[in-house]
């Protein structure tokens, strides 16, 4: 079945679950129960960025209020809008000190010349998750969820998150949660689509919840 360079659209997402239920019967009884896997893709760039790092360790509904205040404030998103609006702002929005770090980090980065955000979510994953974990505060999850919605990799698969780990824990039966290494071999199973498995866990984690877990 023919595979999209990036996903795109809700048909690239459909593509990847069809494959997904052909190649692993798990997989399609997670489908089946999952219910809408939603696209979620943003736009490449500081905003995206910064999204993404808000998101880390809180909640869904944390990480959406948090945000709204950062793009009330923060207008344009860009690094130098973020510079120029200073603690008091930053604090205003609900900013951590630690992701008040990691943005300032990523804004000498991005001033410097050092990474362009932009254009790395369009190279290969690899080379992108290690150019964006040599910023101070960036860590691979960080990295992967980027890569993975802003940048549409197909073939990606956070396996620290915890969601992910549960999830697959709960839904293949296994004896314990899986540590991140076991999670990401038991992910190879779902190549080239591990970015489309990794939305059909976080649905199905979040119907079994009650509630909205993805990133």
């Known amino acids: ?13 459909a593509l990847g679950l069809e ?11 997670m489908i089946a129960r999952a219910g809408n896997i939603p696209l979620r893709r943003s736009e490449p760039g500081f905003g995206g960025l910064a999204r993404t790092i808000i998101a880390q360790q809180v909640s869904k509904a944390s990480a959406d209020a948090i945000s709204k205040r950062f793009f009330d404030e923060i207008t344009p998103a860009n690094p ?19 992701k008040q770090r990691t943005l300032t980090a990523v804004c000498a ?8 955000l932009d254009t790395i979510a369009s190279e290969d994953a690899e080379t992108a998750i ?21 940048g549409g990799h197909p073939d990606i698969f956070p396996a620290g998150d915890l969601a992910l780990q549960i999830a697959a ?8 949660r899986p540590k991140p290494r076991e999670l990401s071999a038991i992910a190879e199973s779902w190549r080239p689509w591990r970015s489309v498995a990794a939305r059909v866990l976080w649905a199905w984690y979040g119907v079994t919840r009650s509630r909205e877990v993805m990133p």
């Open 130 to 150: 290690a150019r964006l974990t040599e910023i101070k505060g960036i860590g691979p999850w960080t990295a992967e969820i980027y890569l993975m919605f802003c």
């Open 109 to 116: 980065a991005c001033e410097a010349g050092a990474i362009n």
């Open 169 to 176: 824990h709960e839904a293949l039966d296994l004896n314990a």
């Open 80 to 98: 130098t809008s973020y510079i120029e609006a200073g603690e008091g702002a930053w604090r205003r929005i609900g900013l951590s000190r630690p």
């Open 1 to 13: 079945m023919s595979q999209r360079s990036t996903i795109e659209t809700r048909t690239d997402i």
């Open 19 to 29: 494959a997904l239920r052909m190649s692993d019967p798990r997989m399609a009884q």
